[in-house]
């Protein structure tokens, strides 16, 4: 079965994220700890990412935005 290039793009860069760039297979004994830390950074982004735009439009609370965006970024730059 083949996959549509998307797809594929897709695949290979959830791979690379899952493996740190390849660095860890599945049989490496720090596999888990780097799955793990990159799925909290996920959930952290979109936390962040979710409280930045309830800051701007509901609450207009601009200072707490910004704080949350330069969070978002952090969490961003450290998963890449």
């Known amino acids: 079965m083949t996959q ?10 959830w791979n690379n994220l899952m493996t740190c760039g390849g660095n860890f297979t ?3 004994r720090h596999y888990r700890r780097a799955f ?4 909290m950074l996920l ?6 990412g979710l409280f930045t735009l309830l800051n701007l439009m509901v609450f207009f609370d601009y ?3 910004v704080v949350d965006l ?3 970024t952090l969490s961003f ?4």
């Open 4 to 13: 549509k290039p998307f797809m594929q793009k897709v695949v290979n860069c």
């Open 26 to 28: 599945p049989s490496d």
């Open 77 to 80: 730059s450290t998963l890449i």
């Open 43 to 48: 959930a952290a982004m979109g936390v962040f």
């Open 63 to 65: 200072s707490v935005a």
């Open 70 to 72: 330069v969070a978002f």
């Open 36 to 39: 793990l830390i990159n799925v």
